[in-house]
């Protein structure tokens, strides 16, 4: 318990969340204490349940498991699931540089921390602004805020993007150009519910299946051939 406190990224990320939950908190029991009226009473208690709440569930909401894929012990070709979430789309893509697509649903109770598929070095980090409908349609791909990394690996590139969703409102990347990242270590996270698109190229086997329910730094997404 005192691990999963310490390491939770409510302390790094979320802090203004933490912050603001906490000051809402206090002054609605200013309100309970100061105001002698039976509503506003009702209501700050209310209110203050719901706080509560919210302040909690962020707790959960910014975990920092430590993850393994095992068959990657075994085998440097697999690439490492970047997410947690529901594989909503598997397809061929017309690219120079990537021919298949993955893309991944992270509903607000998934791990929303990223993780790093494969050991190379960050060729780019590209960052574009957007709106913010819900990650679960196709066309958040192309239309929420988002951010990419191009890694270069040893035996092509891959690319992953992190797109915020309806309720995600925040980017966070750890990493930056030039930074040279081995495979399951932590690149960043996004907000309360998101999305996330793999690009490969074709020399990579998918492992796995549409519709599948995987775990970032665990699940094994794909093989070098």
């Not at 039976?38 to 700050?44: E, M, Q």
């Not at 988002?146 to 969703?165: E, L, T």
């Not at 970032?216 to 070098?224: H, S």
Request: charged letters at 20%; glycine letters at 8%.
């Amino acid at each position: 318990m005192f691990k999963f406190l310490i390491n939770n990224l409510l302390w790094q990320d979320g802090k203004y969340i933490a912050i603001f939950t906490l000051f809402i908190g206090l002054l609605l029991i200013f309100l309970k204490s100061n105001i002698n009226n039976r509503f506003v009473v009702i209501g700050a208690n209310i209110l203050l349940l719901l706080t509560a709440g919210f302040f909690l569930f962020s707790f959960y909401f910014f975990r920092n498991p430590d993850r393994v894929c095992k068959e990657r012990e075994f085998d440097n070709n697999i690439l490492v699931s970047p997410c947690d979430g529901l594989v909503v789309t598997i397809e061929k893509i017309s690219d120079l540089t990537y021919t298949q697509k993955i893309s991944v649903f992270l509903s607000p109770i998934d791990v929303h921390v990223n993780w790093i598929p494969d050991d190379g070095i960050i060729e780019d980090v590209i960052y574009r602004p957007g709106k913010f409908i819900v990650a679960f349609a196709p066309k958040s791909s192309d239309i929420n805020e988002r951010n990419d990394i191009v890694i270069n690996c040893k035996k092509g590139k891959i690319q992953v993007g992190q797109i915020a969703g309806f309720v995600a409102r925040r980017i966070c990347c750890w990493v930056k150009k030039g930074d040279n990242i081995k495979a399951g270590t932590k690149f960043g996270m996004i907000r309360f519910g998101s999305r996330v698109d793999i690009f490969l190229p074709e020399n990579v086997e998918i492992k796995v299946n549409l519709g599948q329910k995987i775990k970032g730094g665990q699940t094994a997404i794909g093989r070098w051939l």
